[in-house]
């Protein structure tokens, strides 16, 4: 097998000749829409193409939000029809994303596209986390509004993308919790971001793409509704959700991508065998249930750690695969 089809047999529950990260075989392309939102790594600040004003400092595996009183784009819920401009998705120069695709095999390497700040992270990108906590609660009515705004810009760009370069995969950005618990109430959640995010999932499905929503928090409370909405594959799953007992209640119609505690071994003190020793419960403890994709969480910082685990990703994983055949 070649990687993609090997990760399709993960995904599909047959027989791979190793387990091992999905994104092993994709491509992230180079968009115009995404790439306008790229912040060097400069430790400045730099605003993005919804003016928000973000920094990511040197080494940083991502950039954040700086938002002041001074530089919130959206500074009252109740006039964001005229504090926000949503950036064009039409009339942009995709020539480096199309000559990327022209040099792949397709037959060998999924095409990806990236759509970064999801409904959620967007409108704490837009206000501030605590303007839009409050707004969530308070004016539930206007933010569902603003996100309408953020969703149909969202379908319209992955249309777009359709269009261009016909990728396999939209990759969709939106951490809904923390480490240890949603952001909004379950309830809340379902009544405002949960049917517009199926409206996205559903459109990318219409054109014939695959939808992995990324999400390294826990999202534990709301994994039948991930089902529901058709998400084929939840990437960054952290070990503080309950896998195991996800993997039970989706009956494994949620493929998972993760599972490494990446941030328990990506310190000076870890040892190699700590390490291994992580990766290879991963593969032991979630692999058994089928459909699951054994991966760091995230990015680790001390390059040595990172070598290590994922030369154990390799050597495990394959060596899972040959002893624990799929009936």
């Known amino acids: 097998m070649n990687q993609r089809e090997n990760m399709m047999a993960i995904l599909e529950g047959r027989q791979p000749d190793y387990y091992g990260n999905f994104f092993n075989a994709v491509k992230i392309v180079s968009d115009p829409i995404r790439m306008a939102d790229v912040c060097p790594a400069d430790g400045r600040e730099h605003r993005d193409s919804w003016g928000t004003t973000c920094v990511r400092l040197p080494d940083a595996p991502g950039k954040h939000p700086h938002i002041t009183d001074e530089?919130?784009?959206?500074?009252?819920?109740?006039?964001?029809?005229?504090?926000?401009?949503?950036?064009?998705?039409?009339?942009?120069?995709?020539?480096?994303?199309?000559?990327?695709?022209?040099?792949?095999?397709?037959?060998?390497?999924?095409?990806?596209?990236?759509?970064?700040?999801?409904?959620?992270?967007?409108?704490?990108?837009?206000?501030?986390?605590?303007?839009?906590?409050?707004?969530?609660?308070?004016?539930?009515?206007?933010?569902?509004?603003?996100?309408?705004?953020?969703?149909?810009?969202?379908?319209?760009?992955?249309?777009?993308?359709?269009?261009?370069?016909?990728?396999?995969?939209?990759?969709?950005?939106?951490?809904?919790?923390?480490?240890?618990?949603?952001?909004?109430?379950?309830?809340?959640?379902?009544?405002?971001?949960?049917?517009?995010?199926?409206?996205?999932?559903?459109?990318?499905?219409?054109?014939?793409?695959?939808?992995?929503?990324?999400?390294?928090?826990?999202?534990?409370?709301?994994?039948?509704?991930?089902?529901?909405?058709?998400?084929?594959?939840?990437?960054?799953?952290?070990?503080?959700?309950?896998?195991?007992?996800?993997?039970?209640?989706?009956?494994?119609?949620?493929?998972?991508?993760g599972g490494v505690d990446s941030a328990a071994i990506d310190t000076e003190e870890a040892t190699e065998e700590e390490i291994r020793a992580e990766v290879r419960r991963c593969i032991d403890a979630y692999c058994p249930a089928g459909r699951f994709f054994p991966a760091l969480t995230s990015h680790l910082f001390h390059e040595r750690n990172s070598r290590i685990a994922l030369d154990e990703l390799e050597r495990y994983g394959r060596q899972w695969a040959a002893e624990h055949p799929v009936a």
């Not at 999924?110 to 839009?132: I, K, N, P, T, Y």
């Not at 016909?166 to 919790?177: A, L």
């Open 71 to 257: 530089n919130k784009v959206v500074s009252d819920i109740e006039r964001w029809r005229e504090q926000l401009v949503v950036p064009p998705v039409e009339g942009l120069d995709w020539s480096q994303a199309k000559a990327e695709v022209e040099a792949l095999d397709r037959d060998e390497t999924f095409v990806m596209f990236w759509s970064a700040q999801g409904l959620f992270e967007r409108s704490h990108f837009l206000m501030g986390m605590e303007d839009a906590f409050c707004a969530y609660l308070e004016e539930p009515e206007e933010m569902a509004a603003m996100l309408r705004a953020i969703a149909d810009f969202k379908i319209a760009s992955i249309r777009e993308a359709h269009a261009q370069i016909r990728p396999d995969i939209v990759y969709f950005h939106d951490d809904w919790g923390s480490k240890q618990n949603l952001f909004l109430p379950p309830d809340v959640w379902r009544e405002v971001i949960k049917p517009l995010h199926a409206e996205i999932v559903q459109a990318t499905h219409d054109l014939g793409m695959m939808f992995i929503h990324h999400a390294d928090c826990i999202c534990e409370p709301l994994v039948d509704d991930m089902v529901e909405m058709g998400i084929d594959a939840w990437q960054g799953v952290i070990p503080q959700n309950d896998i195991v007992a996800i993997q039970r209640r989706t009956g494994g119609r949620l493929p998972m991508i």
